[in-house]
């Protein structure tokens, strides 16, 4: 006679996954999900290292919008170093600074991602720009002369990206470590500082040029309304040149008669 415990093993079992999936308690994710999940982030680690930086940063960002992404340091680490690559310093610090809040520094992608946090440290400061106005725009002139590409390449680029609409405040620059102006506003920015150096703007000169342009405006105008009328009264009052005196000379001969 053949014994009956595996099958009675088998039907607890597929008893208790029944149970398990009725009671409302969440299966674990599906091979296939992850497998999804994997490629998806693979294929955007493969188009960075092909220097398809548009595409790895659009698959990406996918990834890191799923909820695994949010939890996934690598992702981060990539996501990161793409825009790096792409010159997007504002983009990159953020992220690399996630991808180690997610890390403990002792693991090989904790040590990966703060070598990427030290490695933008050491060439790139944190300056927050703030304004009384709520937009407007900021123009960033270096007084330092930088013989590294990069970080040539960096800064027109965050030139060229500011010149293209105005910024609103406050507004959060990463720039090689040097001396600039920020609207006529100088400061320096160097490498031993842990926190973000605050720059305020001085009020913006259009503002206050166009306020003071329209009174100029209104006053000259009461002006010379005013310079005419005065002129219309001495025209009309006025009596004309003064008359030079008359003198009536009398010339006597006098002949010498008596």
């Given amino acids: 006679m053949?014994?009956?415990?595996?099958?009675?093993?088998?039907?607890?079992?597929?008893?208790?996954?029944l149970f398990i999936t009725v009671g409302g308690i969440a299966p674990p994710v599906s091979a296939s999900e992850e497998d999804t999940y994997t490629d998806l982030r693979a294929q955007g680690i493969h188009y960075y290292k092909r220097g398809r930086h548009k595409q790895a940063r659009a698959v990406l960002e996918k990834v890191l919008a799923t909820p695994k992404g949010q939890r996934d340091p690598l992702t981060s680490v990539f996501l990161a170093k793409t825009c790096e690559a792409m010159r997007r310093l504002d983009l990159a610090f953020p992220l690399a600074q996630?991808?180690?809040a997610l890390t403990k520094a002792s693991t090989p992608i904790g040590k990966r991602a703060r070598g990427l946090l030290g490695t933008l440290k050491s060439a790139y400061g944190e300056v927050r720009i703030e304004s009384s106005s709520e937009t407007r725009a900021v123009a960033i002139t270096p007084l330092t002369r930088f013989l590294n590409r990069a970080k040539r390449a960096h800064l027109s680029s965050t030139q060229r990206r500011l010149s293209l609409a105005p910024s609103t405040f406050p507004?959060?620059?990463y720039l090689p470590y040097g001396t600039y102006r920020a609207n006529g506003t100088e400061f320096t920015l160097s490498s031993?500082?842990?926190?973000?150096?605050?720059?305020?703007?001085?009020?913006?000169p259009t503002q206050a040029a166009s306020g003071?342009?329209?009174?100029?405006?209104?006053?000259?105008?009461v002006t010379a309304l005013v310079a005419a009328g005065v002129g219309t009264w001495l025209l009309l009052s006025d009596p004309g040149p003064t008359p030079a005196p008359e003198y009536s000379h009398r010339l006597v001969i006098d002949s010498g008669a008596p």
């Fill in 2 to 17: 053949k014994s009956t415990a595996p099958l009675r093993l088998r039907v607890i079992l597929g008893l208790s996954l």
């Fill in 212 to 221: 003071s342009t329209g009174w100029i405006y209104w006053t000259g105008g």
């Fill in 192 to 204: 031993d500082r842990d926190v973000a150096m605050i720059v305020q703007l001085p009020d913006d």
């Fill in 171 to 173: 507004l959060t620059l």
């Fill in 98 to 100: 996630r991808a180690v």
